[in-house]
Every structure is written in structure tokens, then in C-alpha cells.
């Protein structure tokens, strides 16, 4: 009996030991949140840093981000701790299993900074840590001091090279540091208070949420400071944050990351018993599906979109909304219910605004979709509402007929905004049409036009691959969305981004804009708000529409009016791309990719071909191949002459053409050159002149310049007589059998090659200025001659070859009439323009869905550029005086028009 009695004292005292020593351990854990102080922005928490950071290190994303030297550096100081630590995972038992928080916190007006907050939670965690900072310091980099602060004693570890210092203290079971100082003594400060200011005291409706597991972190947002964080990044006078701290409450979201896809899903917490949310307007709102996305625009930068079970009961919300948080907005709203009663019956379940990439950044277009339950009723009150707007401003309704569709203007400013809400602002006018089951409103009657012509081009989402996969990746049914198209939407952030940011911005373009797709979308379950962020990426950078306007990018202006078109050159030393060009002086410029002119010099005659880049010295580097009226000259980059150069022609020779011809692409050049007369003269590279062609005589003069064709039977000269003679000699300058061949055709321009197998299968095509389409083998068979649809009798035709020698097209003019032909001779485009009747033509085919048509007035010097359907890619014709270049940027989707006007040159971008 004694001996069970002395058992269960022990057990007893065991116990109650273990209790005391337990409870005490418990009171000496702190929970690392109470360090996180209240004036954190975002923090992002993990409990695995190293697993995760390895996995993630492996995506492709990571692999774009680590591009950016902020981004590079997070990676190469992990390995240089690694380094240091010994390679023996001492980082990864830091961190395995612990509570890691990284905050945000705005340290000027401009600047924010980091807190990093580490629960070491034991005593081999604290040992760890001990081991990897007594490593960094054996590195000899480091150098450490200590100071005391508010009675705890601040460690700062200060690099000898850059000179930062990183600030950490330890506080029970947490480690706590910054390379901001002052954020760390804020935690000192909050700790001797008694953790009375901390994040978490913030946020405690997130305290409760589930988390998920097997994902890369955890991130919280108080939406309430993220506007102090966002005026860091734009200018003083940018109202891109205007209601973002009444947007929601605070948010919780997983983090999950593939290769092309960032994923962040979770929850806001809305204060329903008050009005200060917006998304709070949602609460008694079932989300419906998104149904507007295949009618949207390619050219869609930005796209707010919404959706309501009942919208009458959401307006009323709206309206609660307003009158708590925007006073302006809720007598704006009641004035206009007051002034017109709008009965709005006919609302659907949808509404969406699309911001559209356009030139105007500040005003851009914007067309908005109001879904539609009843068409009848929705152009009665919409006929209704614009008679009596008419009415008040003693003016009749204005309506304009577009693709046989009714534009109506209704001149009441902000008319969406009234209707659902202040994401739909940016309307200082309103044109409205019906089309399908949605109301459209424009900005401007020219938007409205454009929609209708994108539907006609599927120039929309419906038909775009890389929309359709991203959205995949969002919810089909949300009461709020947010979707940005990173490429379109670029040129307003930067304009809204102050000059720190948009430097950094402008540095790293290409990465950031590979991340090409994002939405931030939420929707009301029972009152609870599910949120979701879905970040796409690219590799390379999302294809990006064509846009309504030209947007001028650089200018440059000569002494005297330019004469030559821009010649497009690349600069060897980095890749980019140059011009060359000539003013009426003689004068020859050569302007730097950043539109600074690097040179001029005077030929003293005028330049009659082409400029051609040569590899002369077979070392990749590039010079300038050109000829004036008596001169062969080849000049290195910096307009120096190359040796035995300029090649002078024979007292009497006037040059017209020269050619470069590599039979076998080994740089062993060949120059040829043909005169006035059709004379044609070849020199080797060292620009001797070689036997058979000293000179080659024609019996007229080319039509364009002589080229080289190498298919199955040999090498071939071809020369394309003005009188529509062909020529097809060999290398010695001897014709082959059956040529020269005489088309007898008048007023030939250019000549077409069809590459075939053989000389039976290769065609040379040309166009009479009759209307005849010919085409010959290399066997001296005439293959094909058509005559053409001639609408009169003054119709003259031309062929037009694309830039890459791709493929052609048939321009066919009557006077100001324009119309282009395919191959079979059949009109595809046709365009009435206000021209002189002297027109040229140009063709860039980049792609079958990808092609440019350029139309020059060059009496009136007007450029018109249209896409592949001959819709208007600028609403307005663009100075110019000679043929333009055109470059498509395929990474950025966009093209770079290049352009002389007069005395001025300069690069318009468009998309």
C-alpha cells in the first residue's frame, strides 16, 4: 500500500512538473505575429523557405524574374548564405517547419522596405542561427556591431563593399531584422509596449481562416494602407488609387506557382454592417457566368467587369456606397435619377468596361457593355433618355449609321458611371449602340466603328488563343473582375509611374511585360468574399493587337528635305536596329536606334539603289553598300570608306541600279550594277571588274534592279527589262535558252519569283500596266497571261511584292480608287481615298494573320497604313514623302513605322 501511495506521489509531482514546465515554455513562445508591426502593408508568411524556394527556383517564371537585379540578387545571396554556411543545409534547418514573415512597409514617400521576422522556435534553432551568422562573419565580407536600444541590444551586420547594413535582434524564441533600421526599432518599440500595435491586431477576422497546405506561402493585404504603398510608385497627381482603400477589407491568399501560370486564392473580409466596401455592394448578389468576353477587343488593355443577380437591389447598394465614401459621386447619382427616372428594367446580369491601348493615354478609348434582358424596352428609354438630353441643349439627336447599325450620341458626361458605377468613368461623351444582347457605349463615335470593325476581323478575345487560355485560368462566374493585359496597358503605367519607377520599369520592360495576362477577381459566397489573383506568363511576350492611332516615338529633323527613303540598317555592336538617310545636300545621316544622329557626311551625289549591308571582312561586322549616279561605296559604320573605295564608274556611266549577289552564302560577294541605259557592269568584292560584263549590254533600260536566283540547274541573272523584255543569263552573263523572252507587256514594275523545284516549277510573275498577268518558266515557257478586270479605261495595274519577298498582291487604281487583287486576280480590298491619283503602294506579309498595307500619296505626301482587311490602322493619313520601313517587333507584337516627311524622320509605333 505504501509503495502504490509513493508511486502515485511521484506521478503526481511528474505531472505537475510537467504542467509548470510546459505552461512555462508556452508563456515563453512568443507568436511571431505580435512582431509584425501594424504598419505592414503586405506580409507574405512560410514555413518552409528553402523547399519552397527550390521548387520555385525551377519555374519558368523565376527564370524571367531573376533577370531583374532585385529579383537576381534574392537568389544569389540565398547561394552565398548557402556558400557560407557550408553547404551542409544549415539554411534549410533555419527554416524547415518555422514560421518565416516577410512585411512591407513604406519607409518614405517613395521608398518602402522589408521587416523579416523568423520563429526560431527552440533552442536548436537558435543554435542554427548562431552557426550560419558566425559563418557570414568568418567570411571576412561582413563586419559586426552592436548597439543598445530601448534596453534590448540591436546586432548589425554591415557589408564592407556596398556598405548596407542589416539590422536584427533576437527576442525570446524570435529573430527579427531589416536593412532599414528604424522598422526594426519600431518592433523594439512595440515589443516594450507590450505588442500592443502589431499587424495582426488589424486583421482578426483573417485570424480564423483555413489554410491550405502543400502551397508556396501565404500573403496578407490590408487593403485599407495599400493606396499609401501604391502613391510610392506614381506621380503626385496620378488618381489610379482613388477608392482602392475602400475596395475591400483585408485579404488572405494562398500562393501556388506554375510554370505559366502565379496563382493566388482566398478571402476578403468585408464590415457588412457598414457601407465602406465596395466590394460590400456584392453581399446580397449571386455571381453570374462572364459572358461578354468573345465581343471584347484585341486591342482591351484593362477590363473591369461585374456582374448582378438583381440589379436594382445592387444599385441601391451602390448608392449606400456612394453616400458613405464619395459624397460628390452619390449627388451626381441622385441629380441624374432625380433629372430623368431612368427606368432600367431592361439590365441584364453583366456589365464590363474596356479600356482600349490607344494613343490618347490620358483619354483613351473605352467602350463599356451593359447586358441587355430586353432589347425593345432597352432602345425605347435609351431613344427616350437622348431626346430629352437634345432637348435640354436645343439640338436633335444625333445618329450616324455604321455596317447599316444606328450610333446614337448621348452628351451627358460620365452616362456609364451613372448607370454602374466609378469603374465605368472616362466618358465626356457617350455613343451607344445594340448589338446582340448588350448595350455598347463608346467614348468617341470612332470607337464604336472600330468595334464593329474588329467583329468583322474577329479582332477579338473570341478569337484569340493565348485570351482563351488565360482565362481558363479565372472564374467564369465572380461580382467583380479586373483583367489587364500587361503589353497594351504598359504605356498608361508608365505614365502613371513617377520617374524612379518608371525608369526601373522602363530598365526591365521585357520580363515584367512576359508576365502578359492578370485578373483579380472576387465573388460573394454567402456573404463571404472568395478572392482570386491569376497571373499568366510568357517566355516570350503576349501578342499584342493592332491599335486606332500612330504614336510618334522618335523625330529627328535634317538640314535640308530628305530625298531617300529610310534605310533600316542593324547595328552589329548590339543588335538594334538604325537608319540611313539622305537630304537634298547630299548629305548621308546615319540615326541611332535612340534617334540621335551619330554621323553626316556628303556624297556629293544623290544615292540611286538600295542600301545593302555586307559582311565584308567575314567578321560579323557590318557595313553600308550603296550606289550614287557615277560611285560604287562601301562605308563601315562610322561613314569611313572601306579600301579601294568608292568604285568610279567610266566618264559617261550613270548608274541606276546596284545589286549584292552571294551565289553560295559564303560573303564571297558579288556587285551588280546597271546604268541608265541598261548597261550591266559585275565586280568582285575588291571591285574588279569581271569578264562578260564589262558591260553586259541590255537594249533598254531595267525596271528593277537585277537579281541573283540559285534553284535545282544553276545560278541565274535576272534582268527585267522597261520594255518587258525578260532576261535570264548565267553567271558569265550568257543568256539561257529561250531568253531573253519578250512579254509584251507595257509598263512593268516588278517581277515575282516563284521558287520551284526546278527551272520547269519556277515561275517569274509580273503585271502590265494593262492589267496582264504573266508568268514565265525558267525554261523560256510562258506559264500564264491574264487580263484582268479593268473597271475603265484609265484603270492601271501594278504588282506589289511584300517586303520579305514572300508573296504579292495586285494593286489595280482608278484615279483616287484603290484596289488590291490576290494572286488569282480576285479583289479582296478596295478603299476611296481623297489622293491625287499618284499612289504607291507597299505590302509587308509577317504572317497569314499578320499583314500591313501601306498606301503613299506622293503628291499630297500622305502615308495610309491598313491592316490585312484594309480597315484603317490610323484614323488619320501620316505625313510622308517617300516609301516608308516597317519593322514588326514579334516579342512586343508591335510594329515600328519609319518614315521621311520634308526635313523631318521619325518611327511611329502601332499595335
Known amino acids: 500500500m505504501k509503495k502504490t501511495i509513493a508511486i502515485l506521489f511521484v506521478l503526481i509531482i511528474l505531472a505537475a512538473g510537467a504542467f509548470y514546465y510546459f505552461r512555462i515554455q508556452q508563456r515563453k513562445h512568443l507568436d511571431i505575429w505580435k512582431v509584425v508591426p501594424s504598419s505592414a502593408i503586405i506580409a507574405y508568411e512560410n514555413n518552409s523557405l528553402v523547399e519552397d524556394w527550390n521548387t520555385i527556383v525551377d519555374k519558368s517564371i523565376w527564370k524571367t524574374l531573376r533577370k531583374m537585379p532585385y529579383f537576381h540578387a534574392w537568389e544569389q545571396n540565398l547561394a552565398n548564405a548557402d556558400s557560407i554556411s557550408g553547404k551542409d543545409g544549415t539554411l534549410d534547418k533555419l527554416f524547415r517547419n518555422r514560421a518565416f514573415i516577410i512585411s512591407a512597409h513604406i519607409t518614405s ?195 473591369y467587369h461585374v456582374t448582378f443577380s438583381d440589379f436594382e437591389e445592387w444599385q441601391n447598394q451602390l448608392t449606400r456606397y ?60 435609351m431613344h427616350r433618355f437622348a431626346n430629352k438630353l437634345s432637348t435640354e441643349m436645343g439640338d436633335s439627336v444625333y445618329i450616324e449609321l455604321y455596317n447599316d447599325q444606328p450610333i446614337v450620341q448621348l452628351p451627358f458626361r460620365e452616362f456609364p458611371a451613372m448607370l454602374v458605377g466609378n469603374y465605368f468613368e472616362g466618358f465626356e461623351n457617350s455613343y451607344a449602340t445594340i448589338f446582340d444582347n448588350y448595350l455598347v457605349v463608346g467614348n468617341s463615335m470612332q470607337v464604336v466603328k472600330q468595334f464593329y470593325s474588329d467583329l468583322e476581323n474577329e479582332n477579338n478575345w473570341g478569337k484569340s488563343v ?3 487560355n488565360f482565362l481558363e485560368n479565372t472564374l467564369s462566374e465572380a461580382s467583380f473582375s479586373l483583367m489587364i493585359n500587361t503589353s497594351l496597358a504598359w504605356p498608361m503605367l508608365m505614365r502613371k509611374l513617377n520617374d524612379k519607377w518608371g525608369g526601373v520599369f522602363k530598365n526591365y520592360e521585357e520580363p515584367l511585360k512576359s508576365f502578359d495576362m492578370m485578373a483579380l477577381q472576387v465573388s460573394n459566397l454567402d456573404q463571404r468574399f472568395y478572392t482570386s489573383v491569376a497571373i499568366g506568363h510568357q517566355e516570350q511576350i503576349a501578342a499584342a493587337p493592332k491599335s486606332a492611332r500612330l504614336s510618334k516615338t522618335q523625330s529627328i529633323y535634317t538640314l535640308s528635305p530628305i530625298v531617300t ?125 569581271l569578264e562578260g560584263w564589262q ?62 523545284n526546278d527551272f520547269n516549277s519556277t515561275q517569274l510573275v509580273t503585271v502590265s500596266e494593262e492589267g496582264e498577268l504573266i508568268a514565265i518558266n525558267l525554261k523560256a515557257k510562258l506559264v500564264q497571261r491574264e487580263q484582268l478586270y479593268k473597271p475603265g479605261s484609265e484603270s492601271k495595274f501594278w504588282l506589289v511584292k511584300d517586303a520579305l519577298n514572300k508573296t504579292y498582291l495586285i494593286a489595280r487604281q482608278e484615279y483616287n480608287k484603290i484596289s488590291l487583287l490576290d494572286r488569282k486576280g480576285e479583289l479582296f480590298m478596295e478603299k476611296d481615298l481623297i489622293s491625287s491619283g499618284d499612289l504607291f503602294v507597299q505590302y509587308y506579309n509577317f504572317s497569314n494573320d499578320n499583314q500591313i498595307i501601306v498606301v503613299i500619296d506622293r503628291e499630297q505626301e500622305f502615308a495610309f497604313v491598313y491592316d490585312r482587311d484594309f480597315e484603317p490602322i490610323s484614323f488619320e493619313p501620316s505625313e510622308c514623302s517617300h516609301p516608308v520601313g516597317l519593322l514588326y517587333q514579334s516579342r512586343q507584337q508591335e510594329y515600328l513605322l519609319y518614315k521621311c516627311f520634308r526635313n523631318n524622320f521619325s518611327i511611329e509605333v502601332f499595335k
Open 466 to 468: 493565348r485570351q482563351s
Open 695 to 756: 558591260p553586259r549590254t541590255m537594249d533598254g533600260p531595267l525596271a528593277v534592279a537585277p537579281f541573283h536566283l540559285r534553284v535545282k540547274g544553276g545560278d541565274c541573272i535576272i534582268a527585267l527589262q522597261t520594255n518587258g523584255v525578260l532576261n535570264v543569263m548565267n553567271r558569265r552573263g550568257e543568256m539561257l535558252p529561250g531568253f531573253p523572252f519578250d512579254l509584251k507587256a507595257h509598263g512593268v514594275k516588278d517581277l515575282f519569283v516563284n521558287i520551284g
Open 322 to 381: 456612394w453616400s458613405a465614401v464619395d459624397t460628390a459621386q452619390f449627388r451626381k447619382s441622385q441629380d441624374f435619377i432625380d433629372r430623368y427616372d431612368m427606368k432600367l428594367d431592361w439590365v441584364g446580369h453583366e456589365a464590363a468596361n474596356a479600356v482600349l491601348e490607344t494613343h490618347n493615354r490620358e483619354n483613351p478609348d473605352q467602350l463599356v457593355f451593359v447586358a441587355i434582358e430586353d432589347k425593345n424596352l432597352a432602345f425605347e428609354e
Open 565 to 689: 527613303k529610310p534605310f533600316i540598317v542593324k547595328n552589329h555592336n548590339n543588335n538594334k536596329f538604325e537608319v540611313l538617310v539622305q537630304d537634298s545636300l547630299n548629305i548621308l545621316y546615319q540615326i541611332s536606334n535612340e534617334g540621335e544622329i551619330l554621323w553626316g557626311d556628303s556624297l556629293r551625289q544623290r544615292i540611286v539603289s538600295n542600301i545593302d549591308q555586307v559582311d565584308y571582312f567575314k567578321n560579323s561586322k557590318l557595313q553600308y553598300l550603296f550606289a550614287t549616279n557615277s560611285q560604287i561605296h562601301l562605308l563601315d559604320r562610322n561613314g569611313d570608306y572601306l579600301e579601294n573605295y568608292p568604285l568610279k564608274m567610266k566618264k559617261g556611266i550613270e548608274l541606276q541600279h546596284l545589286s549584292v549577289i552571294d551565289y553560295d552564302n559564303s560573303k564571297r560577294y558579288r556587285w551588280l550594277a546597271a546604268d541608265s541605259q541598261g548597261n550591266m557592269y559585275m565586280y568582285d568584292k575588291e571591285g574588279n571588274n
Open 109 to 303: 514617400a517613395k521608398e518602402f522596405d522589408f521587416l523579416f521576422s523568423l520563429d526560431l522556435n527552440d533552442p536548436p534553432g537558435k543554435s542554427t542561427f548562431s552557426k550560419l551568422i558566425d559563418s557570414m562573419l568568418g567570411n571576412h565580407s561582413l563586419s559586426s556591431k552592436s548597439r543598445n536600444y530601448q534596453g534590448l541590444e540591436l546586432n548589425e551586420l554591415v557589408d564592407k563593399t556596398s556598405k548596407s547594413t542589416f539590422t536584427y535582434f533576437i527576442h525570446e524564441n524570435i529573430v527579427v531584422g531589416s536593412f532599414t533600421p528604424f522598422l526594426v526599432e519600431d518592433v523594439v518599440r512595440n515589443v516594450s509596449e507590450g505588442y500592443n500595435d502589431t499587424f495582426k491586431s488589424q486583421i482578426p477576422a483573417l485570424e480564423a481562416i483555413s489554410k491550405l497546405e502543400n502551397d508556396e506561402g501565404n500573403i496578407y493585404i490590408d487593403f485599407a494602407k495599400l493606396p499609401d504603398l501604391i502613391s510610392g510608385f506614381v506621380n503626385s497627381d496620378s488618381k489610379g488609387t482613388v477608392g482602392m482603400d475602400h475596395f475591400s477589407g483585408d485579404t488572405y491568399l494562398d500562393i501556388k506557382m506554375t510554370d505559366h501560370e502565379l496563382l493566388l486564392n482566398g478571402v476578403s473580409t468585408v464590415d457588412l454592417t457598414s457601407s465602406r466596401s465596395y466590394i460590400g455592394t456584392f453581399r446580397n448578389q449571386n455571381p453570374t457566368r462572364i459572358r461578354v468576353t468573345d465581343l471584347l477587343p484585341n486591342a482591351t488593355a484593362l477590363l
